[in-house]
């Protein structure tokens, strides 16, 4: 990281430098700032509340947007914390601190801003690829288990993003295709998790019945992309044809052979539901056999 720091305090300013460049940091240490000659660019600012409080709020006005400011404060007050905090600075640490205090403050803030930014990046892309998703018309319970039957998988990951926002819970994904599915839904015991169960349609009828004693007395949520009518709790239909042809959520071939196979393979027998994709009953039992698409009894 390029860290600066303001300190007036010359010896302490120099243990603070000596510090961080044997920890494989840049430094640059300043002890009179004039504020029309700092046009370098900084990840942390250590700036100390002993100068004149109007130059301590015009340094932070300068680098809150784009860097960490720690305080260095011989005592506490308005002017010295409490302000300067309201003005951008993110915290403070008392003189005479320990150095791997300070340290650990400046990695801590560190990991907090790539959080956020993460955070932000994966907030935007999730509102890139939903946006054309309308979830207005459709209401998910607030308990559960409950399934989702949908002909895209992305209507029930909104539905289930949405709830777990309104409900303050986060959420653990599992898909029934992963063999250990049962050993890491046993895992999980955590009222503040939801778990969130896809590729329902692939289990067979025997893992089915298994998993309705496993799930009555938990947070779950289950996608499913054929009709299911045995579903002892609460099921919801999401059906979004608009969807399926939006220029964010084109499918290949395949994909959308598999998706219509599993949503009305229960609805028609072979011979129709051939006809309606276009294909023989034989070119039908092969892509089952290609795309792994279990044939339900």
Known sequence: MNILI?????????KVVSRLLD??????YIESPNINNLTKDYDTVLLSTSLPSSLVS?????????????LLVSYISDETVTHPIEEGAKDYIMKPF?????????????ECRSMRRELATLKEYFEFTMGDIDTSEVFLPHSFPTLIETNLQT??????????????????FIS??????QKKLAAIDDPKIIIYMTDYHTLKKTSRENLIKLIEEKNVIICTMEAEDDFPFRKVEFYNEDSLVSSSNI?????YVKMMVLSYQNKYPDTELSKKLGISRKSLWEKRKKLGIEKKK
Request: hydrophobic share 40%.
């Open 58 to 70: 015009e340094i932070i006005k300068k680098y809150k947007e784009r860097a960490i400011i720690l």
């Open 6 to 14: 303001i300190e007036n305090e010359i010896y302490l300013a120099q």
């Open 251 to 255: 499918m290949t071939i395949n994909d």
């Open 23 to 28: 920890d494989g940091h840049s430094c640059d």
């Open 98 to 110: 320990i150095m791997d205090e300070l340290v650990r403050k400046i990695y801590h803030y560190k």
């Open 176 to 181: 029934f295709t992963d063999a250990s599915w």
């Open 155 to 172: 209507c029930a990951d909104k539905l289930t993003f949405e709830l777990a926002k309104k409900l303050d819970k986060s959420i653990s």
